[in-house]
């Protein structure tokens, strides 16, 4: 005869399915990609893939050591990652402050919104020649247009968590007295913070793709230099892995905020799928 504590754990558990979904073996998401290396390896030594439209993996990964114990692929790396984390700061700062105007108030929302909403639709590469004119072609107009590529989904996702807050929290919160500062800290920025997290993923992906735009153009160093450098000598391994480091760098960071997103937001219980 089971215990009503027995009885009442599995009524727990037959509430929360998610509850038993075991979590993907992070080895059975490399199978794909390990599938893929190896017929583009194949493709490569057969000739059916010719070297001057992309270098097999073998011969990327020989290049790659090269590079690195001849110290260019680290300096390339160490130069952008400081160009990046420059841009995201600025960019950051800006996009949630001017979030935060706009979102909790309404003057703030007429003033701000609009001119970000204008702003945000417009290319890279149109920016270029303008940042070139005010900024000259050192470091600013790089970091510039990553902090311009981060401050945008920041904003969009800041702001969209704050009006997207319960209202009958901000009730409750007023019935117990809280003043203005007090229902800002203790609810709307918690109700906000997994919107703004969201952003805060999205911003970094965007930042990749402004450094690599950024760096195309009057650049003597840096990941993006190394890759226009190679493509002037047709060496389509190193812009191979130029790129692999772009991406690698990308998931890092990724992966960096998701684990910040696990660690803020574990009071929140998400769906796992099946």
Same mark, same amino acid.
Request: charge should be positive; aromatic fraction near 6%; avoid cysteine.
């Given at each position: 005869?089971?215990?009503?504590?027995?009885?009442?754990?599995?009524?727990?558990?037959?509430?929360?399915?998610?509850?038993?979904?075991?979590?993907?073996?992070?080895?059975?998401?490399?199978?794909?990609?390990?599938?893929?290396?190896?017929?583009?390896?194949?493709?490569?030594?057969?000739?059916?893939?010719?070297e001057r439209l992309i270098?097999?993996?073998?011969? !990327?990964?020989?290049?790659?050591?090269?590079?690195?114990?001849?110290?260019?692929?680290?300096?390339?790396?160490?130069?952008?990652?400081?160009?990046? /984390?420059? %841009?995201?700061? &600025?960019?950051?700062?800006? %996009?949630?402050?001017?979030?935060?105007?706009?979102?909790?108030?309404?003057? %703030?929302?007429?003033?701000?919104?609009?001119?970000?909403?204008?702003?945000?639709?417009?290319?890279?590469?149109?920016?270029?020649?303008?940042? !070139?004119?005010?900024?000259?072609? %050192?470091?600013?107009?790089?970091?510039?247009?990553?902090?311009?590529?981060? /401050?945008?989904?920041?904003?969009?996702?800041?702001?969209?968590?704050?009006?997207?807050?319960?209202?009958?929290?901000?009730?409750?919160?007023?019935?117990?007295?809280?003043?203005?500062?007090?229902?800002?800290?203790?609810?709307?920025?918690?109700?906000?913070?997994?919107?703004?997290?969201?952003?805060?993923?999205?911003?970094?992906?965007?930042?990749?793709?402004?450094?690599?735009?950024?760096?195309?153009?009057?650049?003597?160093?840096?990941?993006?230099?190394?890759?226009?450098?190679?493509?002037?000598?047709?060496?389509?391994? $190193? &812009?191979? $892995?130029?790129?692999? $480091?772009?991406?690698?760098?990308?998931?890092?960071?990724?992966?960096?905020?998701?684990?910040?997103?696990r660690r803020a937001l574990?009071?929140?219980?998400?769906f796992q799928p099946a």
């Amino acid at each position: 005869m089971s215990s009503p504590a027995l009885d009442l754990g599995q009524a727990r558990r037959a509430a929360r399915p998610w509850a038993r979904v075991p979590r993907a073996s992070g080895l059975s998401r490399l199978i794909s990609p390990l599938v893929l290396i190896l017929l583009w390896q194949a493709a490569g030594s057969s000739g059916l893939l010719p070297e001057r439209l992309i270098a097999a993996p073998v011969k !990327i990964a020989r290049t790659a050591i090269d590079l690195t114990e001849a110290g260019t692929l680290p300096e390339a790396i160490a130069v952008s990652l400081q160009r990046v /984390a420059i %841009g995201f700061l &600025i960019g950051a700062a800006a %996009g949630v402050a001017l979030a935060l105007v706009a979102g909790l108030s309404r003057l %703030g929302e007429n003033a701000v919104d609009p001119p970000m909403q204008m702003l945000r639709t417009l290319p890279f590469y149109g920016l270029i020649p303008l940042f !070139i004119l005010w900024f000259g072609i %050192g470091e600013t107009p790089k970091i510039a247009l990553v902090a311009l590529g981060v /401050a945008f989904p920041l904003y969009l996702n800041t702001y969209a968590g704050i009006r997207g807050v319960d209202g009958r929290l901000a009730e409750a919160a007023r019935t117990l007295r809280l003043g203005r500062a007090a229902l800002i800290r203790h609810v709307i920025l918690p109700g906000a913070l997994p919107q703004a997290l969201v952003g805060l993923r999205q911003s970094l992906g965007i930042a990749w793709l402004a450094l690599i735009v950024a760096e195309q153009v009057n650049a003597d160093a840096g990941l993006g230099w190394m890759i226009n450098d190679a493509r002037e000598f047709m060496r389509t391994d $190193v &812009i191979v $892995v130029g790129l692999v $480091v772009y991406s690698v760098l990308g998931l890092l960071t990724d992966a960096l905020v998701r684990l910040i997103e696990r660690r803020a937001l574990a009071w929140r219980r998400a769906f796992q799928p099946a």
